[in-house]
């Protein structure tokens, strides 16, 4: 049974750029869900994805997305990077009635 | 809305035991977690107990949910040096159309040899 993979590791980007996160959920898992963890900070919830569909929403702009594709993967887009965007963005994988929520190590965004 | 709160700091000695505690204000059935983060990495899921449950043991770790005052506290006992990280609490929000999780801000356990 694989864990949640989350590509890239580290990024760094320009503030206006647009940036593409990418996420494995764990085998069997139908939903995911994108948290933002900003320094010394707990992780705020941007939006969830099921049935390739968001289905839940953060107090994050719209310029924050996300797309689920068949295979359960998952992918986050930010446009119009500003440099508050720069956190670790942690991608989380679960099951429709089940309560255990898996997380990847995330990807460390950094806006300059 | 919910609203998850934990100390931020708290150090022991290698072999003592260590207790963080996290409060929570969800009024209804919930599932309550704890997480840990060492540095640079993801949360790594340690236990999870639901609301109607007093306590939870798996081998070193603890829990114990006091639901009228909304407590929650994790123990590890025999606390080692490799379990300095960040500890993470947060609740279960079943508002709306999705569940997630809101998250405290998380407090680091620092381990002294």
């Known amino acids: 049974e694989t864990g949640v993979t989350q590509s890239p590791t580290h990024l760094i980007k320009t503030r206006g750029q647009q940036v593409t996160l990418r996420c494995s959920s764990q085998?069997?898992?139908?939903?995911v869900s994108w948290y933002q963890q900003a320094l010394g900070q707990g992780p705020q919830f941007i939006f969830q994805?099921?049935?390739?569909?968001?289905?839940g929403r953060g107090n994050f702009p719209p310029r924050f997305s996300g797309l689920q594709f068949p295979n359960y993967s998952s992918e986050l887009n930010v446009n119009a990077l500003e440099l508050d965007d720069s956190a670790l963005y942690l991608c989380?994988?679960?099951?429709?009635?089940?309560?255990?929520?898996?997380f990847g190590s995330g990807t460390r965004l950094t806006v300059v | 809305g919910e609203d998850v709160e934990q100390s931020l700091f708290l150090s022991v000695r290698e072999g003592d035991s260590s207790v963080i505690n996290c409060t929570y204000t969800?009024?209804?059935?919930?599932?309550l977690y704890w997480y840990k983060q060492e540095p640079g990495a993801g949360l790594q899921l340690l236990t999870y107990?639901?609301?109607?449950?007093d306590m939870k043991q798996d081998q070193r770790l603890t829990v114990l949910l006091n639901k009228k005052d909304k407590h929650l506290s994790l123990r590890i006992a025999d606390t080692q040096t490799g379990d300095s990280a960040i500890y993470f609490c947060?609740?279960?929000?079943?508002?709306?159309?999705?569940?997630?999780?809101?998250f405290g801000t998380g407090t680091l356990l620092a381990v002294q040899p």
């Open positions: 989380a994988s679960s099951l429709v009635g089940d309560d255990g929520y898996t």
């Open positions: 085998s069997g898992h139908n939903t």
């Open positions: 994805y099921y049935r390739e569909e968001e289905n």
């Open positions: 969800d009024s209804s059935s919930t599932y």
């Open positions: 107990i639901f609301s109607n449950m």
């Open positions: 947060a609740e279960k929000d079943y508002g709306g159309a999705t569940n997630k999780l809101i």
